[in-house]
């Protein structure tokens, strides 16, 4: 039987409106990312082009679920300077 790998980040955008990657390339089967509870506003999640027309909005606390990708190909952005995420994923 093999382990389930689960594992734990966070990602700020330190200037609103300037997407930024969670991480480098690296696969993942399922992961949950949260808005961080002391942001100042919203945070958009989306791939590269994401910003605040066309991205999942999640406000502090609330948080998305998403299926097998890489964690290059999933970016944020946020309303506020600073603003982040904190994301639990398992490695694939």
Known sequence: MSRITRKQGF???TIAGAAVALSTDLGF??????AKTDNDGV??????????TNGI????????TLGAGSLADIYIDSANNGDGVKFLYTES
């Open 29 to 34: 089967s399922e992961i949950t990312i949260q």
């Open 11 to 13: 990602k700020d955008v």
């Open 43 to 52: 945070v958009y999640v989306g791939n590269s082009l994401v910003d605040d």
């Open 57 to 64: 909005e999640i406000f502090p606390t609330q948080q998305i």
